[in-house]
Nanobody, 125 residues
């Protein structure tokens, strides 16, 4: 059974940076495409980024492109989300997710079978 544990969230000011981590266990990490999503209060869960099994392909949501960067370390079974130039509208609970399904469908929450518990990111103005 896959387990995902996010860490690295916190309270920061606008313009600051944070790096989120997601530790994966239970299965072969290198077999999974890994995604990050977020949910702001009163809103639907939003796609943030995805990275392919090998790390060779990445894709970002429009609202974070050019500010966020996803990466993975298959030796450490960990996926990261580097968040730069944070804005108050980035305030949300951030979740990592894992899927064995095709990378081309990684934008959709239904593609993912396993989710972490989330980590809170709060950006003050």
């Amino acid at each position: 059974q896959v387990q995902l544990v996010e860490s690295g969230g916190g309270l920061v000011q606008a313009g600051d940076s944070l790096r989120l981590s997601c530790a994966f266990s239970g299965r072969a990490f290198s077999s999974y495409n890994m995604g990050w999503f977020r949910r702001a209060p009163g809103k639907e869960r939003e796609f943030v980024a995805v990275i392919s099994k090998s790390g060779g392909a990445v894709y970002y949501g429009a609202s974070v492109k050019d500010r966020f960067s996803i990466s993975r370390d298959n030796a450490k079974n960990t996926v990261y989300l580097q968040m730069n130039s944070l804005k108050p509208e980035d305030t949300a609970v951030y979740y990592c997710a894992a899927t064995l399904r095709d990378y081309s469908r990684a934008y959709y929450t239904s593609t993912y079978d396993d989710w972490g518990q989330g980590t809170q990111v709060t950006v003050s103005s």
